[in-house]
């Protein structure tokens, strides 16, 4: 199993939405924001609230690539594996659709939990990491995408 990092658990809360890819029955890509990725015990799943194609998608073929990525961090992960469909009665499923509502509210519908058997996770890094010269620190990084949005962080 791929070990997910501490770092790559804290992208994906700071990225607050990730994207999930899926294959259409054409061929041709689908792409899903998700405000549910999470990580238990190493592992990902995310909540199905409002997305049957994916879902369908994925019932037909397990194929999955998420992306997160913290915007200010101009940083994030690629994930790609196969996705598994957990039964309403799952014990995975009822901790992921337990933690969306205690999140959410109890009005968010969970229809489907799905877990991620993690093949590769490979990092995304933007421009501004690569051809910075002289290479930016993070947070000189974060202080300019911070201010390049109109954004204060909380309890600043």
Not at 37 to 49: E, K, M, N, P, Q
Not at 51 to 56: A, D, F, W
Not at 108 to 127: A, F, G, M, Q, R
């Amino acid at each position: 199993m791929i070990e997910i990092t501490a770092d790559i658990e804290a992208i994906i809360k700071q990225a607050i939405l990730s994207f999930v890819a899926t294959v259409n029955e054409d061929g041709t890509p689908n792409l899903s924001p998700k405000a549910s990725l999470t990580v238990r015990s190493g592992v990902l799943y995310f909540a199905d609230i409002a997305s049957p194609r994916t879902i369908l998608n994925l019932k037909r073929n397990p194929a999955v690539e998420i992306n997160a990525v913290d915007i200010f961090q101009r940083r994030g992960y690629r994930f790609k594996g196969r996705a598994l469909i957990l039964p309403p009665d799952d014990a995975e499923f009822l901790m992921i659709a337990d933690w969306v509502r205690a999140t959410n509210g109890p009005e968010y519908p969970v229809d489907h939990v799905v877990k991620i058997e993690t093949t590769s996770i490979t990092p995304l890094l933007s421009p501004a990491h690569v051809f910075a010269d002289p290479p930016r620190s993070q947070d000189e990084i974060r202080s300019t995408y911070y201010q390049k949005y109109g954004v204060k962080p909380i309890g600043a």
